[in-house]
T-cell receptor
Framework: DTAVSQTPKYLVTQMGNDKSIKCEQN?????MYWYKQDSKKFLKIMFS???????INETVPNRFSPKSPDKAHLNLHINSLELGDSAVYFC?????????????FGPGTRLTVL | AQSVAQPEDQVNVAEGNPLTVKCTYS??????LFWYVQYPNRGLQFLLK??????LVKGSYGFEAEFNKSQTSFHLKKPSALVSDSALYFC?????????????FGAGTRLAVHP
């Protein structure tokens, strides 16, 4: 069984479009995250939710809006896509927001903006 | 500022030889340290972590890491490398106090194990 799943795996779209990426975890974790991995493989956190409450909100354009309908789901909506948004987006989860918990990552969504 | 440095972009090792992937960190207070591995076109997988206690931490797939507070390092090691260990390795850190589980990742080191 997949612990952290993301859909879609690949997303190719035109500049200016709006798109969403979905994430689900079946681990019973309280905390979920979105990361962006750029073309040089650098990984940076974007958002984190704990029990549906936003707890980490990094310096991310407000075109990016996370939504957590319940603690097992954290979706990422992106408005007015730009070329620079092309990256691999990873969802992750951890048992709680405590700092010693390891995070479990999804397989990633490769977003290509043309 | 909190940061993680992985000084080597790539490490090349012959199969059967020991391997070391280096990591140094800068964080206020005591650190919590993690190693993750990323295989091609996959998400990151947790390998091991240092929270407190014994400086030598053992993890998955025969990997271990040694926490050295005076040198602010947390190098990843394995006594005998396998070709299947070839992947991208990330060191991550966060302070034990303050904020939430916000991990700061290094830039990654690509490990290439040759037959």
């Amino acid at each position: 069984d997949t612990a952290v799943s993301q859909t879609p795996k690949y997303l190719v779209t035109q500049m200016g479009n709006d798109k969403s990426i979905k994430c689900e975890q079946n681990l019973g974790h309280d905390t979920m995250y979105w990361y962006k991995q750029d073309s040089k493989k650098f990984l940076k956190i974007m958002f984190s939710y704990n029990n549906k409450e936003l707890i980490i909100n990094e310096t991310v354009p407000n075109r990016f809006s996370p939504k957590s309908p319940d603690k097992a789901h954290l979706n990422l909506h992106i408005n007015s896509l730009e070329l620079g948004d092309s990256a691999v987006y990873f969802c992750a989860s951890s048992q709680s927001s405590s700092s010693y918990n390891e995070q479990f990552f999804g397989p990633g969504t490769r977003l290509t903006v043309l | 500022a909190q940061s993680v440095a992985q000084p080597e972009d790539q490490v090349n090792v012959a199969e059967g030889n020991p391997l070391t992937v280096k990591c140094t960190y800068s964080v206020s207070g005591n650190p919590y340290l993690f190693w993750y591995v990323q295989y091609p076109n996959r998400g990151l997988q947790f390998l091991l972590k240092y929270i407190t206690g014994d400086n030598l931490v053992k993890g998955s797939y025969g990997f271990e890491a040694e926490f050295n507070k005076s040198q602010t390092s947390f190098h990843l090691k394995k006594p005998s490398a396998l070709v299947s260990d070839s992947a991208l390795y990330f060191c991550a850190v966060r302070p034990s106090r303050g904020g939430y589980n916000k991990l700061i990742f290094g830039a990654g080191t690509r490990l290439a194990v040759h037959p």
